[in-house]
């Protein structure tokens, strides 16, 4: 695989794993799923499927270059997406549910 396309990976892997991580606090999934309950399991395969998709990122950005430069590259894709995330969060907090539609919908549930 090219490597513009393991980048463009890894980047959209930081992107997703942020993602996950910042739907696991419960001010933004009110943001995302209003009044619905987060579930404490949820929340904690939030969390790991999070920190799976920041090792997939630096992974494949190893599998690009050296370490110290892929070090470097995937921490700036970090910073990168960290900023995607804060300003969906900021502007259009609904469109991240496209990360959560696997959790389903329901009035009742047991609170964190």
């Given amino acids: 695989m090219p490597d513009a396309l393991l980048l463009v990976a890894a980047l959209a892997a930081n ?3 942020l993602g996950w991580l910042a739907l696991s606090m419960d001010a933004h999934w009110e ?3 209003g009044t619905e309950p987060l579930r404490r399991s949820t929340v904690r395969t939030l969390r790991w499927m999070g920190a799976a998709g920041l090792l997939m990122a630096l992974a494949l950005c190893l599998a690009v ?3 110290s430069m892929a070090s470097l590259v995937w921490f700036m894709a970090l910073a990168g997406a960290a900023l995607t995330i ?4 900021s502007w259009r907090p609904r469109v ?3 990360l959560i539609a696997w959790v389903r919908r329901s009035g009742a549930g047991v609170a964190r």
């Fill in 15 to 17: 992107v997703v794993g």
């Fill in 31 to 33: 943001q995302v799923r």
């Fill in 65 to 67: 270059d050296h370490a």
């Fill in 86 to 89: 804060a300003f969906t969060l």
């Fill in 96 to 98: 991240l549910g496209v």
